[in-house]
């Protein structure tokens, strides 16, 4: 585990659920997500020996977004999320500045590092032409 350091949260991320179950007005599968919070994160692509490796796993990985635990913040309000972790049916939309459109990550993997209940290191996939 790489030790937490002063600036390595540095953009701003918002966090949205997408349930699955949750249907539009024709009666197909929503995919419209559901704002859970606004956090400081890490983006980072993954390349080299990490890339490799995580993408024996997960192949549509591109890059790793580190968060601090959040505890509370995630609301236990689904039954497919009782515990309020975050789960591979969510993503973040990061938005640089407010004229740009934002760049959509897939969560495709979120790991507890070493389950200390510290960080979460989110494995992702970035979704181009994404929208909530």
């Not at 659920?17 to 007005?25: C, H, L, S, T």
């Not at 704002?35 to 994160?41: E, P, R, Y």
């Not at 309020?84 to 500045?97: A, T």
């Not at 760049?103 to 993997?109: E, K, L, S």
């Amino acid at each position: 585990m790489n030790p937490l350091r002063g600036g390595d949260y540095c953009q701003l991320a918002t966090l949205y659920d997408v349930p699955g179950k949750q249907r539009d007005a024709y009666g197909q599968p929503s995919s419209t997500g559901v704002a859970v919070g606004t956090f400081m994160v890490s983006i980072r692509p993954m390349a080299g020996t990490e890339g490799a490796r995580e993408r024996q796993v997960w192949p549509t990985a591109t890059h790793v977004i580190r968060l601090p635990y959040t505890w509370d913040a995630i609301p236990p309000a689904s039954p497919h999320n009782p515990d309020g972790r975050i789960v591979p049916s969510m993503k973040f939309g990061v938005q640089k500045d407010r004229d740009a459109a934002p760049r959509w990550f897939n969560v495709v993997a979120a790991l507890d590092v070493e389950e200390l209940g510290i960080e979460w290191r989110c494995i992702c996939q970035e979704v181009s032409g994404a929208s909530v």
